[in-house]
């Protein structure tokens, strides 16, 4: 399995305090059978965090998870919201890439019902050459949701849901209606500490999702051949 959303890189947003709660983030994920993490770190203005120096940032978070014994793979991204979008160049959109492969971008929606600035963001991104994959359905389930995701999705938007959404009873319900309507594509843990909230873990969610039709029996895909696909950077259409 690969996390596509994890807030793994510490000292820089809501994540990671330091720099043994970031590698007990990744023995977690190593535990729950995550062979890659994509390290997502907020882009946007509530937080100060220079795409600059991410890539010093993730190499020491590299060296510290080899040292600590854990085979758990940690890669480049970035969770970019559609209110920074329009500040960010092709080059710092590159750097903050889903893998590093300069292809997929994490997009965070604005806060509340999905309207037509998250259509605007997804053709900004398909102008430039980026494809976007949606995060945070669950905190939107309401109204035309389905309808407004499908619609992204046919401007070749994918979708990321939270795994822990799918097993907590808040948002279970609605989360399956989503997986139900096949506007669920991926997962990720959006994680930000070993020490407390989500934990770095996909599998849980993943059994849920493998009772519900038409995406049960995708499995394989959702877990593996999709998140391989974003981080090489590579066309991908959902078999669902």
């Known amino acids: 399995m690969i996390d596509l959303h994890c807030h793994l890189l510490p ?23 995550v062979a890659a993490i994509c390290a997502t770190p907020h882009i946007r203005h509530d937080h100060d965090v220079r795409i600059s120096g991410l890539a010093a940032r993730l190499e020491e978070v590299i060296a510290a998870v080899r040292t600590a014994g854990c085979r758990t793979r940690i890669l480049p991204g970035g969770e970019v919201a559609v209110t920074a979008l329009d500040g960010l160049d092709d080059g710092e959109l590159a750097a903050v890439s889903l893998g590093g492969s300069a292809r997929w971008i994490l997009l ?30 669950e905190r939107h389930l ?10 992204l999705i046919a401007r070749d938007a994918l979708v990321q849901a939270t795994a822990a959404t799918l097993t907590d009873d808040a948002t279970r319900q609605g989360m399956l209606q989503l997986a139900r309507a096949g506007v669920i594509h991926v997962l990720g843990s959006d994680a930000h500490s070993s020490r407390e909230g989500r934990p770095v873990a996909l599998s849980a969610s993943l059994e ?33």
């Open 11 to 33: 000292g820089l947003d809501d994540g990671a305090t330091d720099l043994d709660d970031a590698v007990g983030m990744a023995l977690q994920a190593q535990a729950d059978g």
């Open 108 to 137: 965070e929606p604005a806060p509340g019902p999905l309207d037509d600035q998250l259509d605007d963001a997804v053709e900004s991104l398909r102008s430039h050459g980026f494809r976007a994959l949606i995060a945070h359905p």
């Open 142 to 151: 309401v109204g035309d949701l389905v309808q407004r995701l499908r619609r």
């Open 208 to 240: 849920v999702l493998g009772a519900i039709e038409p995406i049960g029996e995708h499995l394989e895909w959702i877990a593996r051949t999709a998140p391989e696909a974003i981080i090489e950077g590579r066309e991908l259409s959902a078999p669902f």
